[in-house]
């Protein structure tokens, strides 16, 4: 079955899918596969080039893409059979500011998501341009939580979150069709409405010391690349140089 993009935004997403086949796939590339639109539009472009003989092999960061990449035949590896570092993760985010961090975990995959790119030399964020924002925030920032007293949980989300300045936060505990969404890893998904987010690492770092907590959608110090297109198909590359040097903490002790 062909895809059509179908409105404006998905346009974009569309464009920029394409273009990161245009410029990361290669033969011999070993990938990390995005979760969420944008990654499934890259997804199927790069399906495209498999079937014309592009020899590339995927890391999936979710069910979903494991099923479409398997469906648009891209050959598959199991992320625990990595003996070196994926060349380059592509991936899409909620909100991605000017320093390339984001919010992630719209689509609820932020676990695998960040464990893909902790397991990459590079990370490149494929965005829509209307993803790009000058203050993270406006998105809701998910936070994965085991189901085991998700309350309790919630509530020392939210302790956190008012120690660190944001008063009166929304914390929702994210459903669809009156049930809670399940993560790929059997979790729950707690969605804070925290609206102008001033500290971002601290987030980032704070969040995950709390027991109960999985991952956060706070992503910060990730992104090598930020790749955005427009939707009549113009794409820019913003590059974050110090990125690179500062990660590669998985690999560095096999090297
Ligand atoms: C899934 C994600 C997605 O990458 C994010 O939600 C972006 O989605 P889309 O490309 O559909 O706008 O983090 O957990």
Redesign the pocket.
């Given at each position: 079955m062909k895809y059509h993009p179908e409105t404006a935004q998905d346009q974009a997403?569309y464009a920029v899918g394409r273009a990161a086949v245009e410029r990361y796939a290669h033969d011999g590339a070993r990938l990390g596969l995005?979760?969420?639109?944008?990654?499934a539009w890259f997804v199927r472009a790069l399906g495209e080039k498999v079937e014309q003989g592009l020899d590339v092999v995927g890391v999936p960061t979710?069910n979903f893409t494991r099923d479409l990449a398997r469906s648009v035949g891209i050959p598959l590896l199991d992320i625990n059979d990595l003996d070196a570092p994926l060349e380059v993760t592509l991936?899409?985010?909620?909100e991605v500011d000017h320093d390339g961090d984001q919010i992630?975990?719209?689509?609820?995959?932020?676990l695998w998501?960040r464990m893909v790119a902790e397991a990459s030399d590079k990370v490149v964020c494929i965005a829509d341009d209307t993803?790009l924002v000058d203050q993270l925030g406006k998105f809701p920032m998910p936070i994965e939580v085991v189901q085991y007293g998700w309350m309790a949980t919630r509530r020392s989300v939210t302790a956190l979150l008012t120690d660190l300045g944001y008063v009166d936060v929304e914390i929702v505990q994210r459903s669809r069709d009156g049930e809670p969404v399940i993560t790929d890893n059997g979790n729950f998904i707690l969605d804070a409405h925290l609206l102008a987010i001033t500290d971002k690492s601290l987030l980032d770092t704070q969040l995950n010391l709390i027991p109960g907590v999985v991952e956060n959608?706070m992503f910060t110090g990730i992104v090598d690349e930020i790749l955005m297109a427009s939707p009549n198909g113009d794409t820019r590359l913003i590059e974050l140089p110090h990125r690179k040097a500062a990660r590669k903490p998985q690999w560095r002790t096999h090297k």
């Open positions: 997403k995005g979760s969420g639109t944008t990654s979710s991936d899409g985010p909620d992630k975990g719209g689509g609820a995959c932020l998501e993803k959608g």
